[in-house]
């Protein structure tokens, strides 16, 4: 999915969080990675296959 050089991490990977955006929707909470994670302004994501990544509620108040 990603075009970028370097290419952007993918969805994956611990450090999928680092791909750019290509969608945003704040006014919904929510953006479009362009390695295909959405991510969501709780902390959670979806990765493309539809897994969920549970938010990370506790380690966004800390930091």
Do not use: K, Y
């Not at 999915?1 to 006014?27: F, L, Q, S």
């Not at 909470?29 to 990370?56: H, K, M, Q, Y």
């Amino acid at each position: 999915m990603c075009t970028h050089t370097p290419r952007c991490p993918a969805a994956e990977g611990p450090d999928r969080e680092a791909a750019r955006i290509t969608v945003h929707r704040p006014e919904q909470g929510w953006s479009l990675l362009c390695n295909g994670l959405l991510v969501f302004e709780d902390t959670g994501d979806l990765l493309p296959d539809g897994r969920v990544i549970a938010p990370r509620r506790l380690l966004a108040a800390l930091a």
